[in-house]
T-cell receptor
Framework: DGGITQSPKYLFRKEGQNVTLSCEQN?????MYWYRQDPGQGLRLIYY???????QKGDIAEGYSVSREKKESFPLTVTSAQKNPTAFYLC????????????FGSGTRLTVV | RKEVEQDPGPFNVPEGATVAFNCTYS??????FFWYRQDCRKEPKLLMS???SGNEDGRFTAQLNRASQYISLLIRDSKLSDSATYLC????????????FGKGTMLLVSP
């Protein structure tokens, strides 16, 4: 079955550590996205990529980095520069035209300990 | 500025009731519109797209009013399983762009 897979489901990070969240899709979608959701808040865009080897900053890119070396994969690194990283992170993908909406992965819950 | 506004609720309704949510958006040039459903601690899932002529999918009806820049979702004969947060989503441009999500309206259906 085609879909989008995020791992791990839960992740704990110590202060000062970088961590990488995985996102893989086999839907043959061109575009991929990373969102962050805080309790009671809407989804906020971190980074997005419309084609391989290209990506754009979203509204809250500071403290995050991404790569898009393969069409199927769009990992997100949460760096130590991100001051408040505890959140629910959602990866999504879409066909080349956005009129069809997004397909989301099941998310990663990141907690700083 | 790209903004999507929703009443956060919660809307508390009994089973079998009809309930409607509205959403307003900031840009009259917006191109495409969606309603997503998000269950507690889960990812959002596409409920339905919203077309200019209005569209229906079973118990769910979505309507778009471009002149007033609002979108509505009507749920008839509410079920317990309809309890969730409903996200209004707008694409503010054509072609490649990103979707802007509202913060959601929570619906609680009780027996």
């Amino acid at each position: 079955d085609g879909g989008i897979t995020q791992s791990p489901k839960y992740l704990f990070r110590k202060e000062g550590q970088n961590v990488t969240l995985s996102c893989e899709q086999n839907l043959n979608h061109d575009a991929m996205y990373w969102y962050r959701q805080d309790p009671g808040q809407g989804l906020r865009l971190i980074y997005y990529s419309q084609i391989v080897n290209d990506f754009q900053k979203g509204d809250i890119a500071e403290g995050y980095s991404v790569s898009r070396e393969k069409k199927e994969s769009f990992p997100l690194t949460v760096t130590s520069a991100q001051k408040n990283p505890t959140a629910f992170y959602l990866c999504a993908s879409s066909l080349d035209r956005n009129n069809y909406g997004y397909t989301f992965g099941s998310g990663t819950r990141l907690t700083v300990v | 500025r790209k903004e999507v506004e929703q009443d956060p609720g919660p809307f508390n309704v009994p089973e079998g009731a009809t309930v409607a949510f509205n959403c307003t958006y900031s840009n009259s040039a917006s191109q495409s519109f969606f309603w997503y459903r998000q269950d507690c601690r889960k990812e959002p899932k596409l409920l339905m797209s919203v077309y200019s002529s209005g569209n229906e999918d079973g118990r769910f009806t979505a309507q778009l009013n471009r002149a007033s820049q609002y979108i509505s979702l009507l749920i008839r004969d509410s079920k317990l399983s309809d309890s969730a947060t409903y996200l209004c989503v707008v694409n503010f441009a054509s072609g490649y762009s990103t979707l802007t999500f509202g913060k959601g309206t929570m619906l609680l259906v009780s027996p």
